[in-house]
Nanobody, 113 residues
């Protein structure tokens, strides 16, 4: 079992930056692939970024990183746009798994125009 807790969300003006954090506890963090997803009001949850790839909508603006010593994954978000407004979730997937098995509770990011 892996427990994920996101933090760092908030209200920011367009063009600003935020850094989200996701702290993991439970099984060995380094054994898991980590990713960020988001869900805007009235829309389906969508993939944002993993270590190996990112959504076209955030390329060049968002960067994911992880610190295995701290059991934490980060999402640095720059040049934020109003359309980035969503609840952001981190997720963990065991290396042998085909899907993301564990999810955090989400953190709200609101970008004002």
């Amino acid at each position: 079992q892996v427990h994920l807790v996101e933090s760092g969300g908030g209200l920011v003006q367009a063009g600003g930056s935020l850094r989200l954090s996701c702290a993991a506890s439970g099984r060995t963090f380094s054994f898991y692939d980590m990713a960020w997803f988001r869900q805007a009001p009235g829309k389906e949850r969508e993939f944002v970024a993993s270590i190996t790839r990112s959504a076209d909508s955030v390329k060049g603006r968002f960067t994911i990183s992880r610190d295995n010593a701290k059991n934490t994954v980060y999402l640095q978000m720059n040049s934020l746009k109003p359309e980035d407004t969503a609840v952001y979730y981190c997720a963990a997937r065991a290396v042998a798994s085909t899907g993301y098995d564990y999810w955090g509770q989400g953190t709200q990011v609101t970008v004002s125009s």
